[in-house]
Every structure is written in structure tokens, then in C-alpha cells.
């Protein structure tokens, strides 16, 4: 983990360390909730060619950064850009979000390529080595990928869905066929992460939003054991950079996740009380990131407040960093969003 200049707060409990405020940011905190960003999209036109010019995605990570000072910045970027970079058609439908032509079969599978994801992992690093270069120095950078298994449900599905049906039933009916997808996204995940920590990234993210679908024997094939190949690899790689899981959905199973995974940061999600955040990871090596509802962030006002002074009170001691328990979402006032910050800090 270089860190140029400047000591990076975000980092502090990654190496065991307790800061008196812990360190603050937002899952999607550069989006469609700030007017800058909406006006950059405006200028980008479409949302991958956003993703693929570094300079627009460096200008958008940005934003947040300089309206919020929050302790970290995330890769502006989105999770499909790894089955587009292996050569499926991937679009995004304004206001009908993504859209991919379905992989459904072991013969589709062979036609993706990981060599020719060089090309478009290399435009989002060239991002990442100019967010080290622009971010301030006390600023840490997360890289991100989605995990395998809630990337491969949009490709097999073809879009977002509600219970990732047909992902689930190809992987019921011919799991070993089902498992060369997966293996190819584990192998392409672990390139586009390298890459992003050797262009400048202190901290990465996996993002498993579609890990709560399945139930345990199918969480330990399709959520763990990938996250955990993703995982060594990548800490043979680099060893001092530190993995945060994010298995949305988990419930009872995310101290299993943690154990068998071996990340070094477990993202809560918004149905996680806080006293489990709170006592449930005690007895692993791990931080705790999360959990406020992103819509309680809208309503704003005093239960804002009452609940981020709970959630505070409960993880003091503890290693923690204060989050969403998801994404921001549009409608977000930008002012809430700075009583919140304000409010972790003790400002407010």
C-alpha cells in the first residue's frame, strides 16, 4: 500500500488500528445524486463510453471527493465492464439499466476471450494511475470487480432480474458447465484487480449484490469458493493490499463468508442490525464496513441523527468504516450527504 504524502486514514484499520472517528464513504458516492456528475454523463453521451475515458471516469471519482473530503475514493466504473472487456455485447438502456446479449450455454462461454480484455483493462488502469496522480494525498483509492457469481447473472440473464432465475437454473442443471463461466470470470477478475492495484488502487472491493439468491450449498460453490480464489491470487500478488467482500444479502452466513473467503473487510448490508456488526465478526480477523440505509439518507432530518449516532456508539472500539448499507441512490440530497459526514466527524 504506497502511500505517497500523506497517511491514509481509510487504511488505519486495516492494520489493526482503532481511529476516535473512523474513517467515512459511500458505496456509488460519485453518481447520478450529484449535478456535476449528471452534467458530465450529459457531456459522455453513454455510460460505458464514460467508464472507458479516464479522464471523464477520473473527473467523476473526483467529484465526491472534492465536495465531501470523504476519507476514500472508489474507481468510478461498473461492474459489466469485465464481461464487455471478454467480448459480450453489454449496453446500457437509458432508464432500463444494462442490457447483454444472454450466454447460456458452455459453447457461448467459449466464445469470450480473456487476451482481448487487455485492452479495456488497461483504459480503466490508466484511470486508477491518474486518480493516484489527482486524488490528495491523504485520499485512499479503491479498485473494484464484481464478484463471479452476481456478474455471471447478468450475463446469463441478460439483464438485472429480481431472482436471477436463469443463472440459478443453468447452474442446477449443469453445474460443471455453469463452472466454466465462473472460472473464466475468477481468472478475469484476478487480471483486472492486478491491474488496478499496480496502477495505484490502496484497497479493493468485490461486490457479490446477488449473493443472498442462493441458499447455503449453493453459496458455498457460486459466492465463497470464487471470492476465495480471487482473494489468494491477488494477495500473492500484492500482499499488503487489503479485500473488502461485499455478499449483499448474506444474513447469517456473512461470519461464514469472512471465515472461508479470507477477505480483510466484511461491506454489512442494510438488514444487518448493528449490534451483529457489532458482535458477530469479534471472533475474526476482519473490519466492519457499513450499514446505513441509503434511504434514510434521503428522508434526512433528525432520524438521520438518532440512527448514525446508533450505529456509532455501537461499533466504538471496534475496526470499522462507515458506510451505506448499498449504493446512494438519485434522489439523494446532496445536503444530507454532508450532515451525514459532518455528523461521523462530530461537526454536526
Keep these: 500500500m504506497g502511500e505517497g504524502g500523506g497517511r491514509r486514514k481509510f ?3 486495516f492494520r489493526g488500528e482503532v481511529p476516535d472517528v473512523p474513517p467515512i464513504w459511500l458505496m456509488r458516492q460519485a453518481g447520478r445524486y450529484l449535478p456535476e456528475y449528471r452534467a458530465l454523463r450529459a457531456e459522455a453521451g453513454d455510460f460505458l463510453t464514460l467508464c472507458y475515458t479516464p479522464k471523464l471516469a477520473a473527473e467523476v471519482t473526483l467529484q465526491p471527493i472534492r465536495r465531501y ?3 476514500a475514493a472508489i474507481l468510478f466504473s461498473d461492474i459489466l465492464v469485465v464481461p464487455d472487456a471478454l467480448g459480450q455485447a453489454v449496453r446500457f438502456a437509458e432508464g432500463e439499466g444494462p442490457r447483454l446479449d444472454p450466454i447460456r450455454s458452455t459453447d457461448a462461454v467459449g466464445r469470450l476471450d480473456l487476451a482481448r480484455a487487455t485492452a479495456k483493462f488497461d483504459i480503466v488502469a490508466e484511470t486508477v494511475a491518474r486518480l493516484r496522480q489527482d486524488l490528495p494525498a491523504e485520499t485512499a483509492l479503491i479498485g ?4 463471479p457469481w452476481t456478474v455471471a447473472t447478468y450475463m446469463v440473464q441478460g439483464q438485472g432480474s429480481a431472482d436471477q432465475v436463469e443463472a ?12 466454466a463461466l465462473i472460472a473464466l470470470l475468477v481468472a478475469a477478475s484476478i487480471d483486472y484487480l492486478d491491474r488496478q492495484v499496480r496502477a495505484g488502487a490502496d484497497c479493493l472491493m468485490v461486490f457479490d449484490t446477488w449473493a443472498g439468491s442462493l441458499p447455503d450449498d449453493e453459496f458455498d460453490r457460486w459466492v465463497v469458493a470464487p471470492t476465495r480464489a480471487i482473494r489468494e491470487a491477488v494477495r500473492d500478488l500484492h500482499p499488503d493490499v487489503p479485500i473488502i467482500g461485499f455478499p449483499r444479502g448474506a444474513g447469517a452466513t456473512a461470519v461464514w463468508y469472512v471465515s472461508e473467503t479470507g477477505v480483510d473487510g466484511i461491506g454489512c448490508d ?4 448493528p449490534f451483529v456488526m457489532s458482535e458477530a465478526f469479534d471472533e475474526e480477523d476482519v473490519v466492519v464496513q457499513g450499514n446505513l440505509d441509503p434511504l ?3 428522508a434526512g432530518g433528525d432520524r438521520l441523527d438518532e440512527r448514525v449516532d446508533e450505529i456509532l456508539d455501537l461499533m ?5 468504516i462507515f458506510n451505506l448499507g448499498h449504493g446512494i441512490v438519485p434522489q439523494t ?10 455528523r461521523v466527524r462530530g461537526q454536526g
Excluded at 440530497?333 to 459532518?342: G, H, S, T
Aim: glycine share 10%.
Design 144 to 147: 473494484f470487480c464484481g464478484a
Design 296 to 298: 434514510l439518507l434521503v
Design 270 to 273: 442494510t438488514a444487518t442490525p
Design 69 to 71: 473530503g470523504f476519507d
Design 333 to 342: 440530497p446532496p445536503e444530507n450527504v454532508a450532515r451525514l459526514v459532518a
Design 11 to 13: 487504511l488505519e484499520p
Design 316 to 320: 466504538r472500539g471496534k475496526r470499522f
Design 168 to 179: 440459478r437454473l443453468w447452474a442446477y442443471r449443469d453445474p460443471d458447465g455453469f463452472e
